[in-house]
């Protein structure tokens, strides 16, 4: 429910309330039965209830979502200072697949495209970022994986990968 539609409903729940709580004040002066008075009464009772159950909803909801805005802006300072800290090892690690990637006689073009790939972009993904047909990426993707001599993308990634993401307990094993 929007802000908007909840809004709407405790306008309506208070006002039908307060026509209730008037027709109440005008039925007892004229001495209507008690039954009809409980009758009203109880319907009245009901919108203010559900009113209130509105209200409490609201700032629940509007609690809950202050929380998660604090808890997306917290993950999006860590994954800054995460990219902040790691930069200079991306930039490091960029460098060297380029240099590998030129030892393999990639075209600018190619070399594109494997970085993309490496991402895990799909080909037509890389055809919509690089603006030529997925047909022109597929080809692309078939050259890289030809003169670099691998099978196909998961063995690229993995070139590049796999040693710098083994876990810890692994790299120690191997020293």
């Given at each position: 429910?929007?802000?908007?539609e ?7 729940l208070?006002?039908i ?20 008075l ?13 009113a ?28 800054e200072?995460?990219?902040?800290r ?34 895990g ?8 970022i ?17 003169k ?28």
């Open positions: 429910m929007t802000i908007r909840r809004a709407v409903l405790l306008t309506v208070l006002s309330f307060a026509l209730v709580a008037f027709d109440l004040v005008i039925d007892s002066s004229e001495g209507v039965a008690v039954w009809h409980l009758t009203e009464g109880a319907v009245g009772l009901v919108a203010l209830l559900g209130f159950y509105l209200l409490k909803d609201g700032f629940a909801l509007r609690q809950h979502l202050k929380q998660e805005r604090a808890l997306s802006l917290e993950l999006r300072r860590e994954a200072d995460w990219r902040n790691s930069r200079k090892y991306l930039q490091g690690l960029s460098a060297s697949i380029d240099e590998q990637l030129t030892e393999w006689k990639l075209t600018p073009s190619e070399k594109d495209v494997a970085f993309l790939l490496i991402k972009m799909s080909l037509k993904e890389i055809a919509h690089r603006e030529t047909a997925e047909k022109t990426a597929r080809v692309q993707a078939t050259a890289i994986y030809a670099a001599g691998l099978s196909g993308r998961p063995e690229l990634a993995a070139f590049f990968l796999e040693e710098l993401l083994q876990p810890d307990h692994a790299l120690g094993e191997s020293e």
